[in-house]
């Protein structure tokens, strides 16, 4: 099943049971939210699950770009990225719990063609604040599904305070021969779709009080579940990247965990240009900073002379129409080219003031605070111009050849 079969699979599956199917948001929440980024499917119907009426009706369906900074470190592994997509579907105070738990399993088997023996699913034991939920483990249980119970990982919030509660998450075995253990003991069982049951508001004082409309709140991982579905030893060799590992291994060669860092960086900085960000020193600005920087960092670690102005414009046209963005190429091209002048010239100053006043090995706070205070040199730039020696830019720059 390629990509654009197994979204569609989904919504029409949520369509036929009566869900309405709701745009995709950007990735910057509105005004008012305390949140930097989008990070789940259910963040722009927060006041929704909240009790307030959604005009498109109590079930609904969607596709939705989130971004989340948690896994940055993780990037580079089989299931995390920095930008990705989820399937999302919610109950606004209609069907409950346990039908959510079926239709997820009915979808799995019939609509996705995964067998059941695959499945094995994490359930809400209990905390000091709420008892374990029960509803769910007979659901699971009439199924057949096999569960682990959990504390906190199997409790959804979106935040310290606001909508949140007990969760299922249901993982599906991706290793060969027969499965084994359980999805806490053994990472070959991967999580591909979270069924939370919105039922309680966290006040700041972290006091629990039951919303006065219980909710269902569903996501799954489009790009894991493509991995599943097309057998694939990680998201990177899905259909979905095709466009970019077929551009970026002979463009720019490098091992196999800096290509993903590079790819998904990349593409995420992208996205988040696409919604209107530019990089800056504080906020969103900063995590598409950082971004960049990480994938400047990766390419030059390899090879010095390598330039952003050699990404093809067809691969930023086609990030920008996947995620049906309306923001010109050249627009994205110049941001990451203005970013990649910036990173390299603050560099070289770098090499220069830590070469010529003797700064070596371990450095003291104090020595930190010098360089940012008196040379606007960042700690992580330091760092890193310490650790790696002397990769870094070579006088060659895009804006030679842009
Ligand atoms: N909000 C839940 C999650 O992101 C389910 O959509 O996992």
Redesign the pocket.
């Known amino acids: 099943m390629n990509v654009d079969q197994t979204v569609s699979t989904f919504l029409d599956f949520f369509r036929e049971r009566g869900h309405q199917r709701i745009p995709g948001s950007s990735l910057l929440p509105s005004s008012g939210d305390s949140v930097l980024f989008t ?5 722009p119907l927060t006041p929704y699950l909240e009790g307030h009426p959604h005009p498109l009706g109590r079930r609904l369906v969607n596709l939705q770009r ?1 971004l989340r900074t948690t896994d940055l470190d993780e990037v580079g592994d089989r299931t995390h990225l920095t930008v990705f997509e ?1 399937l ?1 579907s919610w109950s606004l105070g209609d069907y409950d719990h346990q039908q959510s738990l079926q239709w997820g399993y009915e979808l799995l088997r019939d609509g996705f063609g995964i067998r059941p023996e695959r499945l094995y699913v994490t359930v809400f034991g209990d905390d000091e604040q709420v008892g374990p939920d029960t509803e769910s483990l007979r659901t699971w249980g009439g199924l057949g599904v096999p569960v682990e119970l959990t504390g906190e990982d199997n409790w ?1 919030s ?1 935040g310290p305070t606001g909508p949140c509660g007990p ?1 299922s ?1 249901i993982f599906v075995w991706t290793g060969d021969g027969p499965p084994q253990g359980t999805p806490t003991s053994d990472q070959r069982w991967v999580e591909v779709w ?3 049951r919105m039922r309680y508001r966290r006040h700041e004082d972290g006091s629990l009080e039951p919303l006065s409309q219980s909710g269902i ?4 991982g489009l790009e894991r579940l493509l991995t599943v579905l097309q057998d694939k030893p990680s998201v990177f060799e899905t259909d979905l990247f095709l466009p970019w590992m077929k551009t970026i291994p002979p463009l720019w060669s490098t091992d196999e965990s800096s290509l993903r860092v590079i790819v998904d960086h990349l593409r995420s900085s992208i996205v988040v240009i696409g919604d209107g960000v530019t990089p800056s020193t504080t906020g969103r600005g900063y995590v598409l900073r950082r971004l960049t920087r990480r994938v400047l960092t990766a390419l030059w670690r390899d090879d010095s002379s390598r330039l952003l102005s050699d990404l093809p414009r067809e691969l930023i046209g086609h990030t920008l129409e996947h995620f049906r963005q309306s923001c010109e190429v050249s627009h994205v091209r110049e941001v990451l080219l203005d970013e990649e002048r910036r990173f390299s010239t603050l560099l070289r100053r770098g090499r220069q003031v830590l070469t010529r006043e003797g700064f070596v090995g371990k450095l003291s706070e104090e020595d930190y605070h010098y360089l940012h205070q008196t040379h606007g040199l960042p700690r992580d730039l330091v760092v890193g111009l310490l650790t790696e020696g002397g990769s870094g830019p070579s006088t060659r720059t895009s804006s030679s050849r842009a």
């Open positions: 990070t789940s499917g259910m963040h989130c989820m999302g959804w979106n969760d998450e979270n069924h939370v709140d569903t996501g799954m």
